[in-house]
């Protein structure tokens, strides 16, 4: 039976450019100990070797814990932040940045009443589509899902005109749009008045978001009617000690309530 192509955070791109990298520099440390005897060069290469190797077996590791058919650490991610979603399923939901649609899918089974739509840039620098989201939905059989292209910096939608808005590990990506305050209020925007949103990204991170606690007390003022905001997500239970690396997953924060 064949399985969903949810991809990976860690891509078979970048463990193939760093097992490379490792067989390189093997390759010029052999070549400087026994053809060129160059004994600093072979030093040197002997290093970058065992370095490049340490990385590599580090992210090959952290690749198998995000896989949804290893440790299933971006699964428990998502369910996660679907219980930060108070929402009965009735009316229409919006997944920014849905990548390969493996949320919006999960979206699907939890909530089968709704109608749903998925939304992404889908850049070169990620290897998901509009294709993959399709045919993975097509594999798990869940109800019809509508997958568009479009900037999550200027969504192509009203003004409310979701029950429920849900995004995770998107904001920050957005590069048509360097003030990722204004990427969250843009998703706000298209949440009903009364309806329910909630957002997972690197909101711990002061360079992308300044302080949380400020952006909560303007986001009241502006008129939503309850918002919360958990710090440091990365210590929830479904995320191994690990992988809390500074370029992995750290600075996570979620941020989740009522219009």
């Known amino acids: 039976m064949k399985q969903p192509n949810y991809g990976n955070w860690i891509s078979k791109s970048m463990m193939q450019f760093l097992w490379a990298a490792t067989a390189v520099f093997l390759a010029l440390t052999l070549l400087f100990t026994y053809l060129f005897q160059v004994k600093l060069l072979a ?20 690749r198998h814990a995000f896989s949804f058919s290893g ?25 920014i940045g849905c990548g390969s649609g493996a949320l919006t899918i999960r979206c699907a089974k939890a909530f089968p009443k709704a109608e749903i739509t998925g939304i992404d840039y889908w850049g070169a620098q990620w290897n998901y589509a509009k294709e993959q989201c399709e045919e993975n939905m ?21 003004d ?11 904001f920050h990506e957005v590069m048509t749009q360097p003030d990722k305050r204004k990427v969250v209020r843009e998703a706000l925007r298209v949440v009903k008045k009364g309806g329910v949103f909630a957002f997972h990204d690197l909101f711990e991170q002061k360079k992308l978001y300044g302080n949380m606690e400020e ?5 009241k003022k502006e008129g939503i009617t309850k918002i919360h905001y958990v710090p440091h997500t990365e210590h929830m239970d479904c995320i191994p ?16 309530g009522v219009k």
């Open 43 to 62: 030093a040197a290469t002997l290093v970058l070797t065992i370095l490049s190797a340490i990385l590599s077996v580090y992210h090959q590791i952290c």
């Open 71 to 95: 440790k299933g650490v971006m699964s428990g991610i998502h369910k996660e932040l679907l219980s930060h979603l108070p929402w009965n399923g009735n009316g229409t939901l919006l997944d």
């Open 138 to 158: 097509r594999i798990e059989q869940v109800p019809p899902i509508t997958f568009l292209k479009g900037d999550a910096a200027a969504l192509p939608f009203q």
């Open 160 to 170: 409310e005109s979701f029950d429920a808005v849900i995004s995770n590990f998107v």
């Open 215 to 219: 952006l909560v007390e303007e986001l």
């Open 241 to 256: 000690s690990y992988v809390k690396a500074p370029w992995l997953l750290s600075g996570l924060g979620m941020l989740y």
